[in-house]
């Protein structure tokens, strides 16, 4: 799992867009920023600013999450895609230019984990929206 300060914003971004996803086991790893706090929900950590705080009453408080560290299987899963193979396949199209005779370029060279080019695919399929580098947000595309 991609732990880099970089996922982690781009998934604190993007958690405006697609906002939580249900753990899809019980051993999902989320792993909060640094200088921040996590709170247990359900079986995952949400990533949450040292100050954000909301009142649950009684006196209580809980972390106001701003953001989650996505799975792969939850990016898929919220695809809709009923045939494994077309997703697949609409992926590698997504990864991959033009087939060269003896290589394959790139579309994706500052992803460095599934975990991006998944969340990058998603981001663009779902809400036509790509990653930029220069202002670590996601914009229109």
Same mark, same amino acid.
């Given at each position: ?5 970089? !996922? /982690? ?7 405006? &867009?697609?906002?939580? @996803?249900?753990?899809?086991? +019980? ?42 560290? !996505? /799975? ?7 695809? &809709?895609?009923?045939? @494994?193979?077309?997703?697949? +396949? ?52």
């Amino acid at each position: 799992m991609d732990k880099t300060p970089k !996922y /982690q914003k781009m998934c604190i971004e993007a958690f405006k &867009d697609i906002g939580y @996803i249900k753990p899809t086991t +019980s051993s999902n790893l989320m792993i909060p920023a640094p200088n921040s706090i996590h709170s247990q929900q359900a079986d995952d950590f949400m990533l949450s600013f040292e100050d954000e705080f909301d009142n649950i009453g009684l006196g209580s408080t809980i972390a106001r999450p701003i953001g989650q560290l !996505y /799975q792969q299987d939850q990016l898929q899963g919220i695809m &809709d895609y009923d045939n @494994i193979y077309i997703l697949a +396949s609409d992926f590698g199209d997504f990864v991959w230019e033009e087939p060269m005779p003896s290589h394959y370029i790139p579309r994706k060279p500052e992803c460095t984990s599934m975990e991006q080019l998944w969340l990058c695919f998603v981001m663009l399929e779902k809400y036509l929206k790509k990653w930029d580098e220069g202002e670590l947000k996601w914009t229109h595309s």
